[in-house]
């Protein structure tokens, strides 16, 4: 009977600790914002929204894959188009502050951005074409297309 005692104080003992530890996780999760995904400059996106949220990754993997190794040029996933839509009217960019579309997901999903190591966070400015182009005195046959100017 003794031991029926302690096993009891021990269970309750616990139901008491496992609560007291919920309550800083409710109230933790209680303060989390949610993401701010205003930013949209075209009518609608490229597939449903929720379709977008749960499978941008892959989306933009296959696209990559479509392009760098097949040599397929679509701009239906293309990563530089979803810049061109949510880039922030303030910043210009998606991921160059707390507040911008690509950073307020990722951070809520807890999910480290490296798209930026590589790829640019603001759209490309628009710019007048050039009436003749000259390469760089320092770029080498290579980065002219094989032809030394």
């Not at 031991?3 to 309550?23: D, E, P, S």
């Not at 949220?53 to 239906?76: A, F, M, S, V």
Request: aromatic share 4%; net charge positive.
């Amino acid at each position: 009977m003794a031991r029926f005692a302690q096993w009891l104080k021990l269970a309750a003992l616990l139901g008491v600790a496992v609560a007291f530890a919920a309550i800083p996780l409710r109230q933790a999760t209680a303060d989390v914002k949610l993401p701010g995904l205003e930013n949209r400059k075209g009518d609608k996106c490229v597939e449903d929204v929720d379709i977008i949220r749960r499978n941008h990754p892959d989306l933009l993997k296959h696209h990559r894959i479509e392009t760098l190794r097949q040599g397929i040029r679509t701009t239906k996933y293309s990563l530089k188009g979803c810049v061109e839509c949510h880039a922030s009217a303030k910043t210009g960019s998606v991921a160059s502050t707390k507040d911008d579309f690509c950073v307020t997901c990722h951070a809520y999903a807890g999910v480290h951005l490296d798209c930026w190591g590589c790829h640019a966070s603001k759209p490309k400015a628009k710019s007048a074409p050039a009436a003749d182009q000259q390469a760089s005195p320092t770029m080498n046959p290579v980065q002219t297309g094989g032809v030394n100017r």
